[in-house]
């Protein structure tokens, strides 16, 4: 069975940092498009930055500029680096491991980190 194991989130004050934590089992690290996802209360999951093999980077509108998303390769570990958060930030996030367009066609959620941001 596929774990991914998140961490980093919490509470913090508008306008604070959090850095999200994704580690992934390697055979999947090396091949899938690794991504974040959240989903606030009484809304739909949206993506929020993925992340591709080669480093390529997409981004949310409403997170550009302020989330970083990266990978380790050494370390089999994706992060999304959240800057100036804001209340609407609020949120279950999510790591995403897309092997969709793999010859596997699969992908895998791992189990949600709460961040909640604060006026």
């Known amino acids: 069975q596929v774990q991914l194991v998140e961490s980093g989130g919490g509470l913090v004050q508008a306008g604070g940092s959090l850095r999200l934590s994704c580690a992934v089992p390697?055979?999947?690290?090396?091949?899938?498009?690794m991504g974040w996802y959240r989903q606030a209360p009484g809304k739909q999951r949206e993506l929020v930055a993925d992340?591709?093999?080669?480093?390529?980077?997409n981004y949310a509108d409403s997170v550009k500029d302020r989330f970083t998303i990266s990978r380790d390769n050494a370390r089999n570990t994706v992060y999304l680096q959240m800057n100036s958060l804001k209340l609407e930030d609020t949120a279950v996030y999510y790591c995403?491991?897309?092997?969709?367009?793999?010859?596997?066609?699969?992908?895998?959620w791992g189990q949600g980190t709460q961040v909640t941001v604060s006026s």
């Open positions: 992340i591709s093999r080669g480093g390529s980077t």
């Open positions: 390697r055979r999947i690290f090396s091949i899938y498009v």
């Open positions: 995403h491991a897309d092997g969709r367009r793999t010859v596997f066609k699969d992908d895998y």
